[in-house]
């Protein structure tokens, strides 16, 4: 079940409940961040989420600072998201694909829960990698993924002292994440995880479109720079295949729907749009960035 939350309000709770020597290296993803940017500052604003993904970076301190999070934030009442499959912390024994993620719902409100995330370390080649947060209480995993290096880049500050990802570089994230529509479905519904991460595509297009009707035409460039810079073997080969995902979500009807109807529980909550509204931007999407992204990767020198 999500919940409307105040951006503004729980960036701060956050932030105070965070120790203020990691608060430089959390950057928040997703549902709040792009709620915070697009909705911060009117008094009334919510973003209908469940979840605060976290993303701590750099890599190489991704790990201790998760522990001493943890270790923070259970201290001070923080309660365990226990869910299916994953209940208690493990111990030194407990493999790392058995271990609960950390998910940890603030002092007395089950309603939504913060996440915390790796950086992807500049090595990782695979979709996601698992590593092992040993704590005081018992050993956590977290996840990596590898395309949210991108989110590194430039992040916004926020006057909390945590950052927020910008909105084209988690929209470039997903777009690679998903090259096609998967079967996975999101815990516990019928949702496939492709639908609502590419719909949250077209969602961050369709709010920036809003704000700035000539803003999408400049995401290509910082799409190249970021690709370039994060993956400098392969970001020809990536920028080629950007669109993928996003063509096969337009090309199929319920899973476009399924992808309009997420959008509309969620960051959309506030102004409801139709699929034909989302196909409309999606093409605007793959015509003014994805396009140019395309052109500038068969044309740049070297294999």
């Not at 516990?188 to 719909?199: A, E, Y």
Request: net charge negative; hydrophobic share 40%; proline share 9%.
């Amino acid at each position: 079940m999500m919940t409307p939350l105040p951006p503004d309000a729980i960036m701060r709770q956050i932030a105070d409940a965070i120790p203020e020597n990691i608060r430089s290296d959390i950057i928040v993803i997703g549902s709040l961040a792009a709620g915070y940017h697009f909705f911060a500052n009117d008094p009334d604003a919510t973003v209908t989420t469940k979840d605060v993904d976290c993303l701590l970076s750099p890599n190489v301190r991704a790990v201790e600072n998760s522990k001493a999070v943890t270790e923070r934030l259970l201290s001070e009442g923080w309660q365990l998201r226990l869910h299916e499959g994953f209940e208690l912390p493990g111990s030194a024994g407990t493999p790392t694909t058995d271990l609960p993620f950390v998910r940890l719902n603030p002092p007395k409100n089950p309603e939504w829960f913060i996440e915390l995330n790796a950086s992807p370390p500049a090595n990782q080649t695979e979709d996601k990698r698992l590593e092992r947060v040993a704590t005081k209480h018992g050993d956590f995993a977290i996840f990596s993924f590898r395309f949210l290096a991108l989110v590194e880049e430039d992040p916004i500050p926020t006057p909390y002292g945590i950052a927020i990802a910008r909105p084209e570089m988690m929209a470039l994230a997903n777009l690679l994440h998903h090259p096609t529509i998967g079967p996975d479905l999101i815990h516990g519904t019928t949702d496939k995880r492709s639908n609502k991460d590419l719909g949250r595509v077209l969602a961050l297009a369709w709010l920036t479109s809003a704000r700035d009707e000539n803003a999408m035409s400049v995401w290509s460039v910082s799409w190249q720079a970021a690709l370039q810079k994060r993956f400098p073997r392969d970001w020809k080969d990536l920028a080629a295949h950007a669109g993928d995902g996003l063509r096969a979500l337009l090309a199929s009807p319920p899973d476009l729907e399924q992808a309009t109807r997420i959008c509309n529980d969620g960051l959309l909550a506030r102004r409801p749009v139709t699929s034909t509204n989302l196909a409309a931007i999606g093409r605007r999407l793959l015509g003014e960035a994805v396009a140019p992204l395309v052109t500038a990767s068969r044309s740049a020198p070297g294999k």
